[in-house]
C-alpha cells in the first residue's frame, strides 16, 4: 500500500496537463481578443465602402 501511495505523490503527469490547458486557454483568450478587434475593423471598413458606393450610385 505505502509504494502505491508514494507512486501518486510523485506522479507529475496531473500536473502537466493541467500546464497544458492552462497555455491552451490563453491562446484562446488571445485569439478571441484578436478576432475581436480584427471584426470591428473589417465591419468599420465595410461600412465606409458601403457610404461610398452609396453615394457613387446616387450621383
Not at 478576432?35 to 450621383?59: C, E, P, R, W
Amino acid at each position: 500500500m505505502s509504494l502505491t501511495v508514494r507512486r501518486a505523490l510523485t506522479d507529475r503527469s496531473g500536473a502537466t496537463a493541467i500546464e497544458y490547458a492552462l497555455l491552451a486557454s490563453l491562446i484562446a483568450v488571445a485569439a478571441i481578443g484578436g478576432f475581436q478587434a480584427a471584426g470591428v475593423s473589417v465591419s468599420d471598413m465595410m461600412s465606409g465602402v458601403s457610404t461610398k458606393v452609396s453615394a457613387a450610385l446616387t450621383n
